[in-house]
Each structure stands twice: as structure tokens, then as C-alpha cells.
T-cell receptor, first 110, second 113 residues
Framework: QQQVKQSPQSLIVQKGGISIINCAYENTAFDYFPWYQQFPGKGPALLIAIRPDVSEKKEGRFTISFNKSAKQFSLHIMDSQPGDSATYFCAASKDYKLSFGAGTTVTVRA | SAVISQKPSRDICQRGTSLTIQCQVDSQVTMMFWYRQQPGQSLTLIATANQGSEATYESGFVIDKFPISRPNLTFSTLTVSNMSPEDSSIYLC??????????FGQGTRLTVV
């Protein structure tokens, strides 16, 4: 049973557009929520992360929005670029152990 | 961040054989983990590699199939034993730095034929 549910499975966005990926969790013991970016043939790279006491975190073009009461969080990629085309995984951590969402493949069309 | 080196980067193995994957980190780390990523799938935690003691395995993973060693704070190995085609996956070493940030190696892509 997947502890973190991620949607959509894939999305296509035009260059300059906004990509939005959503995740939901059930276990309130999770205390850290990172997002990873993975390119084919590579390991996942930490992109941005948030703790549940913060509602939003922004780093460059990437923003996490966190809704603790709804147990949901999302990644927004602003001004999407072709180089952002990759698979994105949300995750939730308890005792340093990560539970991952199923992943979202993002394709940015030039 | 940390530099995490995994060897081999990929291998093709015969069923019934075993493969040992090495993970070397460029700094001492307390928390080290092994994950599996099946083809086109997400990542699943196999076990926590504990330094100086037996690894802690997640549900669905057992020591006889995935023995793990952690002789010091910078190195660990994962062995995939008695392999079958279902073991074909990417195996990833991960370390936690600071209080929470987890970083991954490039992975070992295993194909069992």
C-alpha cells in the first residue's frame, strides 16, 4: 500500500508555463517532505523540501505548497523550461526513511 | 551534499548468481539506506544499513536475499542473492546529511537474464 499518492502520472506543458504536481499522505507521523528530480539513467536529485510547520517554500522557479490539515502538498514549477523535462517524485520521511510517490513524468515542449 | 559512488554502475547477471553492490561516501555519515527502483516504478526502501550491527529490513525484504554490510561510516555493500529476472531493478544507496536531507547515488542498474 503506497503511503504517498502522487498525481498526475504525466503532464505536458509548454515552455514558460506552470507545472503542478500534487501529493497526499495519510500518516501524520511524517515530518519532512522532499521532492526529487530524476533524469533517465541517473539517481534522484534533491530538489526542494519542506517541514509541516511551514505552508510554503520557494527556491528559484520551484515552490512547495503544504496543507497540513488536508495532508496534501504540491510542487509548482514556474516558467517551465525544456531542461525541466524529467520525472519528479514527492516523498515523505519518518525516522529518516523515505516513502515515495509513484512519480510524475514532466515533458516541457519548446 | 555528499559524493556517493556506487559500483558497478550496471551489470547483466545470470539467474541463480549473486551480485554485490558497493556504496562509498566521501564523508562520514550516520544514516545510510538501500532502495530499489523497479523498471518504470518508484523507489522502495529495502533496509537501513547500520554501522557495526545487522541491517534493519523493511517489510517484504529479508537478509538471506539482500545481505548488507556496513563496516564503517563511509562504506556499505548490498548483495542481491540467488537472482531471478524479478530482481532486475536499479539499486540505490542513500545517505542522510544534516538533520534530514537525503542524497542518492547514481544507482546500479541490474539486469538478470
Amino acid at each position: 500500500q503506497q503511503q504517498v499518492k502522487q498525481s498526475p502520472q504525466s503532464l505536458i506543458v509548454q515552455k514558460g508555463g506552470i507545472s503542478i504536481i500534487n501529493c497526499a499522505y495519510e500518516n501524520t507521523a511524517f515530518d519532512y517532505f522532499p521532492w526529487y528530480q530524476q533524469f533517465p539513467g541517473k539517481g534522484p536529485a534533491l530538489l526542494i523540501a519542506i517541514r509541516p510547520d511551514v505552508s510554503e517554500k520557494k527556491e528559484g522557479r520551484f515552490t512547495i505548497s503544504f496543507n497540513k490539515s488536508a495532508k496534501q502538498f504540491s510542487l509548482h514549477i514556474m516558467d517551465s523550461q525544456p531542461g525541466d523535462s524529467a520525472t519528479y517524485f514527492c516523498a515523505a520521511s519518518k525516522d529518516y526513511k523515505l516513502s515515495f510517490g509513484a512519480g510524475t513524468t514532466v515533458t516541457v515542449r519548446a | 551534499s555528499a559524493v556517493i559512488s556506487q559500483k558497478p554502475s550496471r551489470d547483466i547477471c545470470q539467474r541463480g548468481t549473486s551480485l554485490t553492490i558497493q556504496c562509498q561516501v566521501d564523508s562520514q555519515v550516520t544514516m545510510m539506506f538501500w532502495y530499489r527502483q523497479q523498471p518504470g516504478q518508484s523507489l522502495t526502501l529495502i533496509a537501513t544499513a547500520n554501522q557495526g550491527s545487522e541491517a534493519t529490513y523493511e517489510s517484504g525484504f529479508v537478509i538471506d536475499k539482500f545481505p548488507i554490510s556496513r563496516p564503517n561510516l563511509t562504506f556499505s555493500t548490498l548483495t542481491v542473492s540467488n537472482m531471478s529476472p524479478e530482481d532486475s531493478s536499479i539499486y540505490l544507496c542513500s545517505v542522510v546529511l544534516g538533520s534530514t536531507e537525503a542524497f542518492f547515488g547514481q544507482g546500479t542498474r541490474l539486469t538478470v537474464v
